[in-house]
């Protein structure tokens, strides 16, 4: 108000400027008039030479004045008039109202202005020669703005502020891949220039200081609000792209696409988080966070994982370069016509001439008119002001509200497809576990079968055995009653035998009975009838016998019947029960045929299975080896030889079990483990490989990482031959063995030297280490005493001065040395002898390998150190070396002797005195380290002040000559510095792998995890050390 007053004040009568009606106001001659006007004073007043950010209500004026005459013929008749080529803040932010038209103007803005493109193009490359302010900043913004409208020139389907539906994107490639493949090169163009301007912008704030709440600083930030939004665009319409190219070209045609995606999807992510860090953008624009890792564009799925980033820009209303100010004074025509008509709306035409019938007032003057008039007039301010006062919080709360719901609705977007991931998860191991518990299932169903199969093949072994031991008694029997029979057979042989022998017998007495009675006949005598007598006896006799041997061999006879009888039964009965158990044999032979049957289909399937898990197995790290998350695994060489090893015994084991297998078909039991065992130590072995190539230099890397393709290649052939069984006889694995070993050979070759240091020897090699580094410091301060002596006698002045001076220091920083050395002597026998118990000093040395090798290193770097200042101080005496030099080498051997101290004292009581005595060396250490550092600044500064530069003899030309030569000379030395810089860089981080590799950092921790540079080290550092960081 007090503003309206001062500037009513200044004009003589304010109210018929105010009230008076203008004469064809409502033409359309005037409203053109006053468009031209109002849109001429607005961009004036958004494109001025004024650092300071452009304000949003004039940007606005603009924007909308492109909707009202469709096109930007006005704005670029007033931007023609101005003095672009002259100022660089008035170009840029011409950039910055020409970017806020391309996007939120008239789509028919890119038409007007393509014919000024050349225009842009030649003050592109004009400003693009300077190299300080915003001589480049206009350079870029220019070309980004020309390559923005060659895109939405090429491409009409995209608005110019890039939104576009997901079925707008695939109709703007109509669907042929060759679209789409261009489409995406042009926006990958198109967000490298968004991304140099975003890149330039930051390089030319000091963001060491809060650039962002500054006039200077916000105007050259408020043009990067334009730019996140067409970023976040471009990045989501380029993933999209990506993953449609993938599923319709093969991956290695697009490796150039993945490459370039990376680098900007790097640059993209660190230039959102460095901008949602600034206060200025907090307060305008909720800035998207990126993903941590890159979309995976090999695998399909990974599309569903994708959220598009949201740029949510809050109610513009609550800035206060948006918030309405009315001018009443200087009201333009339209907003007169608009007032006077509102006055006749409300007290009617009647009264245009003497609105309030003043004139005709009785004892009213002029003066009260005045006073009622000025009365009315600020009673009419005061309510437009709280109309508008009133408007302006209604626009600000709806405002807010949009973007409230726009927060919503993202996060909202979020949630869901947080929730469809979750689902989608949920069902995947959902179908996973069901998988696993029908494999579980069978397994057991298999199980099962075999131990029934085992048991029924039990029970018929035992049956088995019972009918052989049954077959094998009626053998028996039927042996005994076959010795029997031959036994009676024998018996009646022999009794036909004797009866034939008594009718031999009875016939040759017959026959003499008869020559006896002849000769009776013919001689007579009683001799012969005595004779008669006799025979006639004997022959009685004889025939009783042949009587009883009639009937002895009748009873024999009956005898041997009654065993043929009992024989023949005896041999039915057998010969059935025979037949009996024969067939019942012959059942158990095929059931045990068709059970030995099933368990070799059951061992088969289970063998396949096996091999197959195992194949995939392999497979599955042959993948990994591919996979781009695996390049930041690294591992050391130790324990890829303790992998290679696990698998080279389980190859043997494997090799044994096979040939048993191939023998004996049923020896599948002592297989299936190997199988297993084997394919998970390969699979093991070929990720080792592949994280120990990471670490190690390009040669072996390369052999090594093609070694362990090889051996997967071989694994996956032998385990494919074992499961065909045309090839499972000729299977062999000898060629994985032998690529085992040679992985085995190159982790030899990557191992570091000093841990083939024996365990026994680490005892003799710290005190060995220990003597050599006190004698080197004694050498060293004997040689920095007898370079004393001889400065003393050959040098004078200035120069005598600073070299007793430089090496004085010298000599303390010597003698601190040895006395913190005999203090890690004193403390290292106390670690020792408090430690060891009943062991030996060298047991307790190779028990405690890596605190030793620590010790170890730590005494090669203090002597390694002491033997290089030396060098550094002579050269410096003599004059052919550099006080710098000397500096750096007396650091390097502080931060020697505290590797020493931090080796010593890592099993040290915090109690004990030794340490107090080592500590206080160290601080004595680095006292002296500082007196070298500053006795050597000295000496630098007074040796300088000696040769001080005379000009006073020299000309304006030779001056101007030397000034151009040190200019020269001084970019030179900043290149050259930056150079330098870079390969100090490079060097500490090969370094510090190296040494990581050495002493086998990655052996008790988990291989993927990604280190820090730490700082530079001396070159003398023994190999296989524990080192102790120095900051």
């Known amino acids: 108000m007090d503003r309206v007053s001062s500037t009513m004040k200044q004009v003589s009568n304010p109210l018929p400027k105010v009230l008076s009606r203008r004469a064809g106001g409502g033409g359309l001659e005037a409203e053109r008039e006053s468009f031209e006007r109002a849109q001429t004073v607005s961009i004036n007043k958004a494109i001025n030479a004024q650092e300071v950010a452009v304000k949003e209500k004039h940007a606005r004026t603009c924007i909308l004045g492109t909707h009202h005459e469709k096109g930007a013929q006005t704005f670029w008749s007033v931007v023609n008039r101005l003095p672009l080529s002259g100022n660089a803040v008035l170009c840029w932010k011409f950039c910055h109202v020409f970017h806020k038209l391309l996007r939120d103007g008239h789509s028919n803005v890119l038409k007007d202005s393509v014919r000024y493109k050349n225009e842009l193009s030649d003050m592109s490359r004009m400003w693009g020669h300077l190299s300080e302010g915003y001589g480049q900043l206009c350079s870029i913004y220019l070309k ?20 576009m539906s997901d079925r707008q994107l695939d109709e703007a490639g109509e669907n042929d891949v060759n679209n789409f493949f261009q489409l995406t090169v042009e926006m990958f163009d198109y967000l490298e220039c968004e991304l140099n301007l975003f890149q330039t912008v930051f390089s030319s704030l000091d963001m060491s200081r809060s650039v962002s709440v500054t006039a200077a600083g916000q ?29 319709c070209l093969p991956a290695d045609t697009l490796q150039g696409h993945r490459d370039r995606f990376l680098e900007q999807f790097q640059k993209l992510k660190d230039l959102f988080y460095r901008s949602s860090n600034l206060q200025y953008f907090k307060q305008l624009i909720q800035i998207p966070q990126l993903p941590e890792n890159p979309p995976n564009f090999l695998r399909a799925s990974a599309l569903s994982e994708h959220i598009s980033p949201v740029v949510v ?126 494999q579980r299932e069978d397994t057991e169903k298999a199980q099962r ?37 031959a036994e009676v057979t024998k018996q009646i042989t022999v009794a036909r035998q004797a ?188 990720l080792q490989g592949s994280a120990t190539s990471h670490v190690a230099p390009v040669e072996p890397a390369d052999r090594l990482l093609e070694l362990c393709k090889q051996c997967g290649s071989e694994t996956v052939s032998y385990l494919s031959a074992l499961q065909d069984p045309g090839m499972v006889a000729s299977a062999d694995c000898s060629l994985v063995t032998a690529c085992l070993g040679q992985i085995s050979a190159i982790g030899e070759e990557l191992r570091p030297r000093g841990l083939d240091v024996k365990q026994e020897e680490l005892g003799d090699l710290v005190d060995k280490e220990m003597a050599a580094t006190a004698a080197a410091i004694e050498i060293a301060s004997a040689r920095i005493e007898e370079m ?121 009581d915090k109690d004990s005195a030794n340490l107090c005595k080592l500590q206080q060396a160290s601080r004595g250490v680095s006292q002296a380290t500082a007196s070298v550092v500053a006795s050597t600044k000295a000496g630098k500064s007074q040796v300088e002040e000696k040769d001080s530069m005379d000009f006073s003899s020299m000309t304006l030309t030779q001056i101007k000559r030397q000034e151009m030569d040190s200019q020269v000379r001084v970019l030179e030395l900043e290149n050259q510095l930056q150079k330098e810089r870079q390969k100090l860089g490079e060097l500490r981080k090969k370094h510090y792998e190296l040494a990581g590799v050495a002493e086998g950092w990655e052996e008790d921790g988990a291989a993927s995890r990604t280190r820090a540079e730490p700082p530079a080290r001396p070159q003398g550092w023994g190999e296989g050390a524990n080192y102790t960081c120095i900051y």
């Not at 895109?151 to 502020?161: A, D, W």
């Not at 509102?342 to 005045?370: A, V, Y």
């Not at 007396?890 to 020493?900: D, G, K």
């Open 313 to 438: 820009i809050p109610a513009e209303a609550s800035s206060p370069d948006s918030e309405p100010i009315t001018d009443l004074v200087e009201m333009d025509a339209a907003s007169q016509s608009l007032f006077d008509n509102k006055f006749d709306d409300i007290f009617g035409s009647s009264f245009s001439c003497d609105p309030f019938n003043f004139n005709s007032q009785n004892g009213m003057n002029k003066d009260d008119k005045d006073r009622l008039i000025e009365q009315l007039y600020g009673e009419i301010t005061a309510l437009k002001e709280e109309l508008e006062n009133f408007k302006a919080e209604s626009a600000r709360g709806a405002v807010q509200l949009r973007g409230r719901a726009s927060e919503l609705e993202a996060e909202l977007a979020e949630q869901q497809h947080l929730k469809q991931q979750a689902q989608d998860e949920s069902e995947f191991l959902r179908a996973e576990l069901e998988e696993l518990k029908k």
């Open 449 to 485: 079968s075999l131990t029934e199969i085992e048991r029924r093949a039990q029970a018929n072994e035992q049956r088995y055995s019972k009918l052989k031991e049954k077959y094998s008694e009626l053998v028996q029997n039927h042996a005994d009653l076959l010795r029997k029979n």
């Open 219 to 247: 105007c050259r930030l408020a043009p990067l609000i334009q730019v996140i939004l067409d970023c976040s665009h471009l990045y989501d319409y380029t993933v999209k792209l990506l993953f449609k190219l993938h599923s």
């Open 788 to 908: 004393l002596s001889k400065a003393r006698a050959g040098d004078t002045g200035v120069k005598l001065e600073v070299n007793e001076r430089i090496l004085g220091s010298c000599t303390g920083l010597m003698q601190a040395i040895r006395v913190l050395v005999l203090a890690s002597k004193d403390l290292q026998r106390e670690i020792v002898e408090s430690g060891r118990g009943a062991a030996s000093p060298k047991e307790f040395y190779a028990k405690n390998s890596r605190w030793t090798e620590g010790l170890i290193s730590a005494s090669k770097a203090v002597g390694w150190g002491a033997t290089v200042m030396v060098d550094a101080a002579d050269l410096v005496v003599q004059g052919k070396g550099t006080f710098e030099e000397l500096m750096v080498c007396s650091r390097e051997i502080a931060a020697s002797t505290a590797q020493l101290v931090a080796a010593s004292k890592v099993k040290a």
């Open 144 to 163: 980004l703005l020309r390559t923005k409208m060659e895109f939405h020139t090429k491409n009409p389907r995209f608005p110019g502020n890039l939104q």
């Open 499 to 686: 009866q034939g022998d008594v009718e031999r017998e009875r016939k040759e007495l017959e026959d003499s009975f008869q020559r006896v009675s002849e000769q009776a006949q013919r001689k007579a005598g009683v001799e012969q009838n005595t004779r008669i007598a006799s025979l006639e006896q004997e022959r009685d006799r004889l025939s009783q016998a042949a009587e009883q041997h009639r009937d002895k061999m009748a009873a024999l006879q009956a005898e041997l019947q009654q065993l043929r009888d009992t024989l023949s039964r005896e041999q039915e009965s057998s010969r059935t029960e025979l037949e009996m158990l024969q067939t019942q044999l012959r059942d158990k032979e095929s059931t045990e045929r068709a059970l030995q049957q099933r368990l070799a289909e059951e061992q088969l399937s289970l063998l396949q299975g096996t091999m197959h898990e195992a194949e995939c197995m392999v497979q599955d790290a042959l993948a990994r080896m591919e996979d781009p998350a695996h390049i930041s695994c690294t591992g050391s060489a130790d324990c890829l030889l303790s992998q290679t090893l696990a698998a080279s015994e389980c190859a043997e084991r494997l090799r044994d079990a096979h040939s048993k297998y191939i023998s004996d078909g049923a020896a599948v039991g002592s297989l299936l483990p190997h199988l297993a065992l084997f394919a998970h130590l390969v699979s093991n072995t070929l």
